[in-house]
Every structure is written in structure tokens, then in C-alpha cells.
């Protein structure tokens, strides 16, 4: 079936790299996506990475692919108060449009 | 901005009574995604459509139905609504209807049942 999990919570200093893993179980998966939630608002696209790629980087983002593994990771570098969020790591299903999400982790980042 | 509108923001309502959420995609997006987001459930798929056909549906109960318009904007009904259908919805939308067609989000509209 297609089930994504994350782990819930990650707390980190200002300045330190924040990294949050993913699990997925969907092998066909084409896309897989990371969105930020901040509190009171909608889900903002971060990026994503084509399931063909190890790794795509993009500013201070690093997403990491282990596809024999099904593992998905988002590392932030020099992490700021302005990143604490929930993250949602999510697959695109193999035969249709719908996105599954993780239960999402929530970043607290301490000054 | 996303790009993606969806009214109200909030809506508080009783239960058994109907209400209906508004979404517009953005502009030349053909496809548009309700997603429903619980405390208990999380983040679920609802139901998608494409240029005004239903593409794919998820957990989406009979109580609820949705409609995309020549216009392409959609709306989804909720009806008898129930304690439990208290949650936020969020539509997206995307250019295409293939899963490689990355899905922008509106703000969420704040559905509560009293």
C-alpha cells in the first residue's frame, strides 16, 4: 500500500543543520515532494526531487534519495528561527494525481 | 501566494447543517485537488478533477461532494455535517492531471462544527 512516515519532532539550534527523514513505501513513486507548514497557514512547496536523482540541492535545501532504501531527507543548513514549521515529506501516487503526506515533523529551532 | 484562492478562511457552522467551500485555481491550471487536514487523520486526499471531471477519488465521505466549474474554479459540499468534520481544507491545483504535476496549495479554509 502507500504509506509515508516521518518521525514527529526535531529540535535544533539557530546556525545548526537540520536534517528530517521520510520513509515511503510507494517503489513507483515518480516525484517526491517536501512542504512547509507554518502555523495558521497552507502548505508551501520547498521542492522536490525526481525519483531518478539522488540528490537535488537548491539554496541552504538538500534533499537526499535513497531508493533502494525508500528513504527521503531534507537537510537545512544554518537553520533560523524563520524555519521553525511543520515539514511534510510526500509521494505522488504511481496511477494518480493524489499526493500522500507524512504525519509531518515539527521544526523548533532555538535561538 | 501560491496563486491558489480559496474562501472563506474561516467557517463555523452546527451540526447537520451544509456549507460549501470555494476554490480557484491558478491561472492556467487545469486540475484541482481537495485534500482534508485532521488532528487524528492528518493530511488525506479527498477528491481531484481535471477540466471539469472527477480524476480520482479518496477518502471522501458520501456526506461530501465536489464540482469543478466550465470556469475551472471547484467547489466541495459538505452536508449533515458532524462533530467530527471539524478540519482544515485546502485545495490545490496543478497544470495537468499526470503525478508528475507538482501541486500548489491555497491558504486552507477552517472548517468548525459546533
Known amino acids: 500500500g502507500e504509506d509515508v512516515e516521518q518521525s514527529l519532532f526535531l529540535s535544533v539550534r539557530e546556525g545548526d543543520s537540520s536534517v528530517i527523514n521520510c520513509t515511503y513505501t510507494?517503489?513507483?513513486?515518480?516525484?517526491l515532494y517536501w512542504y512547509k507548514q507554518e502555523p495558521g497557514a497552507g502548505l508551501q512547496l520547498l521542492t522536490y526531487i525526481f525519483s531518478n536523482m539522488d540528490m537535488k540541492q537548491d539554496q541552504r535545501l538538500t534533499v537526499l534519495l535513497n531508493k533502494k532504501d525508500k528513504h527521503l531527507s531534507l537537510r537545512i543548513a544554518d537553520t533560523q528561527t524563520g524555519d521553525s514549521a511543520i515539514y511534510f515529506c510526500a509521494e505522488s501516487s504511481s496511477n494518480t494525481g493524489k499526493l500522500i503526506f507524512g504525519q509531518g515533523t515539527t521544526l523548533q529551532v532555538k535561538p | 501566494d501560491s496563486g491558489v484562492t480559496q474562501t472563506p478562511k474561516h467557517l463555523i457552522t452546527a451540526t447537520g447543517q451544509r456549507v460549501t467551500l470555494r476554490c480557484s485555481p491558478r491561472s492556467g491550471d487545469l486540475s484541482v485537488y481537495w485534500y482534508q487536514q485532521s488532528l487524528d487523520q492528518g493530511l488525506q486526499f479527498l477528491i481531484q478533477y481535471y477540466n471539469g471531471e472527477e480524476r480520482a477519488k479518496g477518502n471522501i465521505l458520501e456526506r461530501f461532494s465536489a464540482q469543478q466549474f466550465p470556469d475551472l474554479h471547484s467547489e466541495l459540499n459538505l452536508s449533515s455535517l458532524e462533530l467530527g468534520d471539524s478540519a482544515l481544507y485546502f485545495c490545490a491545483s496543478s497544470v495537468g492531471d499526470r503525478n508528475t504535476d507538482t501541486q500548489y496549495f491555497g491558504p486552507g479554509t477552517r472548517l468548525t462544527v459546533l
Open positions: 510507494d517503489s513507483s513513486s515518480t516525484y
